[in-house]
């Protein structure tokens, strides 16, 4: 399977972020979920408009562009709450840092 057949890249989607063809999930997006512990069978279940080719092509694009250096900062760590994540199903709720 060409990833290329399933990932695409517009400038006025998601600010030309790499992103799942007639979709608006970013290839970091699903590379974020798996990073965090989800099996794909997670994120295809909650995603279910997903298939696993599209898993795959995330795993391919990202494999094949992660050296490239025109490509530096098309896959971001997102390291603020700025955008919620759903937890893993089945995993408990987050703590908050409550302060003084």
Known sequence: MDWHDR???????LVGKPVIKGTRIAVEFVLELLGRGWTAEQVLQEYDHLTPG??????SCAEALESRSDWVGHFSVI???????????????ASSAAGP
Do not use: E, N, S, W
């Open 7 to 13: 990932i695409t890249v517009a400038p006025k989607v």
């Open 79 to 93: 390291t603020d709450d700025r955008i919620p994540m759903r937890p893993l199903p089945g995993a408990p709720p």
């Open 54 to 59: 599209d898993i795959q092509a995330c795993l």
